[in-house]
């Protein structure tokens, strides 16, 4: 079955980085798109990158453009979020998801939640000093 298994995730100091793995199984992974959210407590769960396929383009959300990069690697059915320049409000439980979206051209927004058909369990990211 689908599965999607996130790694990286602890503890860092402001302006510190942090590299974000999510393994997928199960299913086709070079049809399907790929996100990263995030749920910090007390909030909804929103929207932080995301990578089309065949294509690779990127979004990145306002608040982490610049200091986060997400990337996918095919042969190994692995997709990272790259995070530098941490600060404290990126604190947050982060989840990979995986939608089958083929896509091609520039990615101006992330898909709705509800696209996504597959999620990772989370793993926890703390920025403090």
């Known amino acids: 079955q689908a599965q999607l298994v996130e790694s990286g995730g602890g503890l860092v100091q402001p302006g510190g980085s942090l590299r974000l793995s999510c393994a997928a199984s199960?299913?086709?992974?070079?049809?399907?798109?790929f996100g990263w959210f995030r749920q910090a407590p007390g909030k909804e769960r929103e929207g932080v990158s995301y990578i089309s396929t065949p294509h690779g383009s990127t979004y990145h959300a306002d608040f982490v453009k610049g200091r986060f990069t997400i990337s996918r690697d095919n042969a190994k059915n692995t997709v990272y979020l790259q995070m530098n320049n941490l600060k404290p409000e990126d604190t947050a439980v982060y989840y990979c998801a995986a939608a089958a979206i083929w896509q091609g051209g520039p990615i101006a927004t992330m898909p709705e939640r509800t696209e996504f058909a597959y999620w990772g369990q989370g793993t926890q990211v703390t920025v403090s000093s």
């Open positions: 199960g299913f086709a992974f070079n049809y399907y798109a």
